[in-house]
């Protein structure tokens, strides 16, 4: 059976809404200190403009990261790749995955995007998240139904199939 490509794309935009409010109320503060002090000290002007920036880049970097991911999820693994100037690219096979859950922040919802979570076997990261994924239910239930057809198979090659790899003739009592 050829692999069927589930999702494809990037993360959107909209799980980086929490960063944009988190900016906002920080710039707000800066804004507020900056009037309040402004009766007792000069406007520093320089001060204030580099508050401002470095406020901009830390919200801006979430953005840029998103940008710079691009997820394929087909019924044999999930393929992240990942960087602006260093390149990654992490690889997680279907059959390694035990339990897909759905989430959907308030922030991401109205966007119909949501946050996919992964459980697998792997000893390293035993979690792995798929943030900003559209339709994320759906992507959720191919999955699922992926990781249910790799099992089902990998018990099915195991268990009835003598000519299969790691078939086995010991039987429990």
Known sequence: MANQVIFSGAPSQACNLAAILKGSAVMAMIGAIHICASNS??????????????????????FAKTAFTRIVIDTARITWTQGILHRRVSILEVSRIQCVTSIHPWWQRPFGA????????????????????????????????????????????????????????????
């Open 41 to 62: 000290f000069p406007l520093q002007w320089h001060v204030l403009l580099a508050q401002a920036g470095a406020v901009l880049i830390g919200v801006g970097l979430p």
């Open 114 to 173: 949501g946050t996919i979570i992964l459980t697998t076997n792997d000893a390293t990261r035993p979690v792995r998240r798929l943030p900003g994924i559209r339709d994320a239910d759906q992507v959720g239930r191919k999955l699922a139904e992926a990781v249910a057809m790799h099992q089902e198979r990998g018990i099915s090659a195991n268990t009835y199939d003598p000519n299969a790899a790691g078939y086995s003739q010991a039987q429990s009592v």
